[in-house]
Nanobody
């Protein structure tokens, strides 16, 4: 089992930046593909970004491509999400998720594929 703890959320003006972190417990972090999702008030949870176990494959939602960057440091058991050029529509609770997989080069974009979730960190972007 892995436990996930997100941090780094906050209030930022439009155009600003934040870096979210997701720290994982345990010694097998490199066996997990990781993803970031978000849920805005009154909306369904949606995919944001994902990264394979190896870090070699990455995927983004079209709405965040070229603005957000996902990365991971397996030596620190941490996955990051750099949020740049933030817009008010990026306001949401951001969740990280983990999926233990034997496939080193795959990333996953559906929330139903993940079986470990953090508690979320709130991002608010003011206009």
């Amino acid at each position: 089992q892995v436990q996930l703890v997100e941090s780094g959320g906050g209030l930022v003006q439009a155009g600003g930046s934040l870096r979210l972190s997701c720290a994982a417990s345990g010694r097998t972090f490199n066996r997990y593909a990781m993803g970031w999702f978000r849920q805005a008030p009154g909306k369904e949870r949606e995919f944001v970004a994902a990264i394979a176990r190896s870090g070699g494959s990455i995927g983004y939602a079209d709405s965040v491509k070229d603005r957000f960057t996902i990365s991971r440091d397996n030596s620190k058991n941490t996955v990051y999400l750099q949020l740049n050029s933030l817009k008010p529509e990026d306001t949401a609770v951001y969740y990280c998720a983990a999926l233990e997989t034997a496939l080193t080069g795959n990333y996953y974009t559906s929330e139903y594929q993940y079986n470990h979730w953090g508690q979320g960190t709130e991002v608010t972007v003011s206009s």
